[in-house]
């Protein structure tokens, strides 16, 4: 189906190239699933894209809004680009959605406290739980839900979990988890990790997937309110490049992704060997009626 994003997001020349039913609005608000994406990202112009070519999936039409912190602004994308797309949450207290996302950030390193933004995004999460019918979590942006709703810690891990990794379906009967393959592929790239077995003893909580190398990937609230994914599956092909590139380029200790570059060599194009059951991870959850 159709997904309507502002006139002049990025994102859109980008996917019409790829055909996609990409449609822009500027007055009004088509009828439509309304999802609010909090992008903690530095590359916030390709996580949007990424986003909204899961949303084609949809049913049904999909209205996409951005929103920011204001107790912390991004130094990585231009302030033009953030006050004509990007809304603080004032702008959006008093509205009601379909669904939020909320994406990873590249804070790992620090304690939940230390993190500029921390109390604006649990102030964040707090109100989702009666103006958003479902939350959709990423990486970093899972763990700390994890954190604000249930009390479970995050865990600094030895190396960066780096690379696309199988996973196992712990509930195949999920409808979260509906037609998923079991040893389903998905990228990593973390430097925090949340134990599987916190979440087991969670009574509110369902494991979904698990990895033998990559640890806890997925898992929801049992009313699936609340999704929490610490991987990417909506991440583009080159993505974990870019990363490691840009990781070299800085001078920062990193290994080559896992599992990713053909023999490993990073001067082989990648394949993106995890883009149908990611698109079928998303679909389950945007078109999820609760």
Same mark, same amino acid.
């Given at each position: 189906?159709?997904?309507?994003?502002?006139?002049?997001?990025?994102?859109?020349?980008?996917?019409?190239?790829?055909?996609?039913?990409?449609?822009?609005?500027? %007055?009004?608000?088509?009828?439509?699933?309304?999802?609010?994406?909090?992008?903690?990202?530095? !590359?916030?112009?390709?996580?949007?894209?990424?986003?909204?070519?899961?949303?084609?999936?949809?049913?049904?039409?999909?209205?996409?809004?951005?929103?920011?912190?204001?107790?912390? !602004?991004?130094?990585?994308?231009?302030?033009?680009?953030?006050?004509?797309?990007?809304?603080?949450?004032?702008?959006?207290?008093?509205?009601?959605?379909?669904?939020?996302?909320?994406?990873?950030?590249?804070?790992?390193?620090?304690?939940?406290?230390?993190?500029?933004?921390?109390?604006?995004?649990?102030?964040?999460?707090?109100?989702?739980?009666?103006?958003?019918?479902?939350?959709?979590?990423?990486?970093?942006?899972?763990?700390?839900?994890?954190?604000?709703?249930?009390?479970?810690?995050?865990?600094?891990?030895?190396?960066?979990?780096?690379?696309?990794?199988?996973?196992?379906?712990?509930?195949?009967?999920?409808?979260?988890?509906?037609?998923?393959?079991?040893?389903?592929?998905?990228?990593?790239?973390?430097?925090? %990790?949340?134990?599987?077995?916190?979440?087991?003893?969670?009574?509110?909580?369902?494991?979904?997937?698990?990895?033998?190398?990559?640890?806890?990937?997925?898992?929801? !609230?049992?009313?699936?309110?609340?999704?929490?994914?610490?991987?990417?599956?909506?991440?583009?092909?080159? !993505?974990?490049?870019?990363?490691?590139?840009? %990781?070299?380029?800085?001078?920062?200790?990193?290994?080559?992704?896992?599992?990713?570059?053909?023999?490993?060599?990073?001067?082989?194009?990648?394949?993106?060997?995890?883009?149908?059951?990611?698109?079928?991870?998303?679909?389950?959850?945007?078109?999820?009626?609760?």
């Amino acid at each position: 189906m159709a997904v309507f994003v502002p006139d002049g997001l990025l994102a859109v020349e980008k996917l019409k190239e790829e055909n996609a039913d990409i449609r822009v609005y500027s %007055d009004g608000i088509p009828d439509s699933q309304k999802i609010l994406i909090l992008n903690l990202m530095p !590359t916030k112009q390709a996580t949007e894209t990424q986003l909204i070519r899961m949303f084609l999936t949809a049913k049904n039409s999909v209205s996409v809004f951005l929103m920011n912190t204001v107790t912390y !602004t991004s130094k990585n994308t231009a302030s033009e680009y953030l006050e004509r797309f990007y809304r603080p949450f004032d702008a959006y207290k008093d509205c009601y959605f379909d669904g939020l996302i909320v994406t990873g950030a590249p804070v790992e390193h620090l304690d939940f406290g230390q993190v500029l933004y921390w109390n604006e995004l649990c102030g964040i999460f707090a109100w989702a739980e009666t103006h958003v019918k479902k939350i959709y979590t990423i990486c970093w942006g899972a763990q700390a839900a994890l954190n604000c709703y249930f009390g479970i810690n995050k865990h600094p891990l030895p190396e960066k979990m780096f690379g696309v990794f199988s996973h196992t379906l712990i509930q195949p009967e999920n409808p979260l988890c509906f037609g998923v393959e079991d040893g389903f592929l998905t990228p990593h790239s973390r430097h925090s %990790d949340v134990y599987a077995e916190d979440i087991e003893k969670c009574v509110d909580l369902d494991l979904l997937a698990v990895s033998d190398e990559a640890g806890f990937l997925w898992a929801a !609230t049992k009313d699936r309110k609340i999704t929490f994914m610490t991987g990417h599956p909506e991440y583009d092909a080159e !993505t974990l490049s870019l990363e490691y590139f840009r %990781d070299l380029e800085k001078g920062d200790k990193i290994n080559c992704p896992k599992h990713y570059f053909p023999n490993d060599n990073p001067a082989s194009p990648p394949p993106l060997t995890w883009r149908e059951n990611a698109k079928t991870i998303y679909s389950n959850w945007i078109n999820l009626e609760l």
